[in-house]
């Protein structure tokens, strides 16, 4: 089982960014992916970002393309999403997660199946 913990969630005005972190624990040896998904009350948890940690291929949702970058520093198991140009849509909690299915093509990692161990979420507001 893998531990994880996210930071840097908070309030921000429409064009602006934020840096959310996340940090692994436990049994990261068996790591082969980690992603960021979103959630707003009343909708579906949607895939965010995800990237590869043996082979650093990232993933993103259309919706963050171009704003979002997702990067990992595998030596402190870490995981950072960086929001730019943020919108009042992309108000949401944040959760990061862990998977460790291995998956080709890659997209398995687009799925919240992928992924066995998830954070407590931190909450992302932007105002508009």
């Known amino acids: 089982q893998v531990q994880l913990a996210e930071s840097g969630g908070g309030l921000v005005q429409a064009g602006g960014s934020l840096r959310l972190s996340c940090v692994a624990s436990g049994h990261t040896f068996r790591l082969n992916a980690m992603g960021w998904f979103r959630q707003v009350p009343g909708k579906e948890r949607e895939f965010v970002a995800a990237?590869?940690?043996?082979?650093?291929?990232?993933y993103y949702a259309d919706s963050v393309k171009g704003r979002f970058t997702i990067s990992a520093d595998k030596d402190k198991n870490t995981v950072t999403l960086q929001m730019n140009s943020l919108k009042p849509e992309d108000t949401a909690v944040y959760y990061c997660?862990?998977?460790?299915?291995?998956?080709?093509?890659?997209?398995?990692?687009?799925?919240?199946?992928?992924?066995?161990?998830w954070g407590q979420g931190t909450q992302v507001t932007v105002s508009s």
């Open positions: 990237i590869r940690w043996s082979l650093w291929n990232t």
């Open positions: 997660a862990a998977s460790q299915k291995s998956s080709y093509s890659g997209r398995l990692y687009y799925t919240g199946a992928a992924y066995d161990d």
